[in-house]
């Protein structure tokens, strides 16, 4: 898994990128109460704004952490704002992205390393 210096997480799976956001976010942020997601098919660029989130204490984005297509959309955190809070990088991520670039993901964190950043 790897990590964003915006809380990010990214796993790859398969031929696509699984990115939602870290627990370390979700406490900073709250109960999330409200999820805008992309829609699939989207190309985005990195660092582009494609998920709006509101929680209790503020609104935020998630910006795309590296270049591709939206390939599918968590449902069920639509639906289910919450899930962000109770399984961060389980049941709670956001979005899947096929890259266009695969290597855009080598320069960012491994665990130890966003351990380290959020310390």
Request: aromatic residues 6%; glycine residues 6%.
């Amino acid at each position: 898994m790897k990590y964003t210096e915006e809380h990010e997480w990214l796993r790859p799976e398969a031929d696509v990128i699984v990115v939602g956001i870290t627990a370390h976010a979700t406490t900073q942020l709250g109960d999330i109460v409200f999820v805008e997601l992309p829609e699939v098919g989207t190309k985005v660029a990195k660092n582009e704004e494609v998920v709006v989130i509101e929680s209790v204490k503020a609104a935020s984005d998630i910006l795309a952490p590296i270049d591709g297509e939206i390939v599918e959309v968590n449902t069920d955190l639509a639906d289910t704002p919450a899930l962000a809070n109770e399984d961060a990088t389980g049941a709670g991520w956001f979005f899947k992205i096929r890259p266009s670039d695969v290597s855009q993901i080598d320069g960012l964190m491994d665990e130890a390393a966003y351990n380290a950043f959020i310390a």
